[in-house]
């Protein structure tokens, strides 16, 4: 299969669309007694990150002959934005930024690759229910791969009276890829978050949690390196980050999967060290 290249423009492009039409499910809104405009943000987000991905010891011997898997730094913009009706939220990240498409001294595993993710919940009347639906695109040119999710299904918001939010999801999942292309079982998961002081600082804890289920057997045996992976796929990351400044945010992450990546019937893991610079 042929894959037209884009060039690194493009991917710019592509990314600065992400920022200013995605969306956010991090900040709650303000109360306000004057009734919003559906055109009028009740908040919005955006930043610019510099982060380095370093994967365990254990997850690169256990990848060595299935996907194999090298630590990386990756460029990251992010933004959200939410209405009376709805909200959004959109990242997209620049992998190997400096690396050629196709990486000739790390064998292809330090290609430069890229990766979005765009999220809405749309609000159903003032319940906590909500139209949920997510996009992820995932694409290696040096190895000509991609990988398309699209979710469709119903979300809830709520949060609690210690100021913990949480936002979980249920959906069918549909992939566009290199190797199949078709309905893919479904997903559910949630995202996250707690806000707190200490030490006179202000940090915070997240959690992305995704699990697909009942996927396509030809699925499994088309997208996965060295043998088909289980119909049962983990993916996520527990977040504290600590915001010295209303400009600058910074962060760890311990990044997880089970079954995803490309690598089937093993466990993945990582820690994501992050440098935010706040634009909104």
């Known amino acids: 299969m042929t894959a037209q290249t884009p060039s690194r423009s493009s991917f710019v492009t592509l990314g600065a669309g992400v920022l200013l039409a995605s969306s956010a499910l991090v900040t709650p809104a303000l109360a306000n007694d004057t009734p919003a405009s559906p055109t009028t943000p009740l908040w919005s987000f955006a930043n610019v990150s510099v982060n380095y991905l370093d994967w365990s010891n254990g997850t690169e011997a256990r990848t060595a002959s299935n996907a194999a898997k090298s630590d990386f730094t990756f460029v990251e913009i992010e933004g959200g934005v939410g209405y009376s009706w709805g ?44 139209i949920y639906a997510h996009l992820y695109d ?11 999710d699209q979710i469709l299904g119903l979300g809830y918001r709520t949060t609690f009276d210690n100021g913990l939010w949480f936002k979980p999801f249920i959906g069918a999942a549909r992939v566009q890829s290199d190797g199949y292309t078709g309905m893919n079982g479904f997903m559910a998961g949630w995202v996250a978050g707690y ?3 200490a030490l006179n600082q202000n940090f915070s804890f997240t959690n992305w949690h995704e699990q697909t289920f009942g996927r396509d057997d030809e699925y499994l045996e088309q997208n996965y390196v060295g043998g088909k992976a289980g119909s049962v796929g983990t993916n996520g990351a527990l977040s504290l980050w600590w915001h010295p400044s209303e400009l600058i945010t910074t962060g760890v992450q311990y990044r997880y999967s089970d079954n995803k990546l490309g690598t089937p019937d093993a466990y993945q893991n990582a820690m994501i060290y992050s440098v935010k610079l706040n634009l909104l």
């Open 195 to 197: 806000d707190f002081s």
């Open 138 to 148: 995932f694409r290696d040119y040096g190895f000509n791969a991609r990988e398309q």
């Open 87 to 130: 909200e959004f939220y959109g990242f997209f990240d620049f992998e190997n930024p400096t690396n050629d498409q196709f990486d000739e001294s790390s064998g292809g595993k330090d290609n430069f690759r890229t990766a979005g993710k765009i999220t809405s919940h749309i609000y159903l009347g003032d319940s906590p229910l909500s």
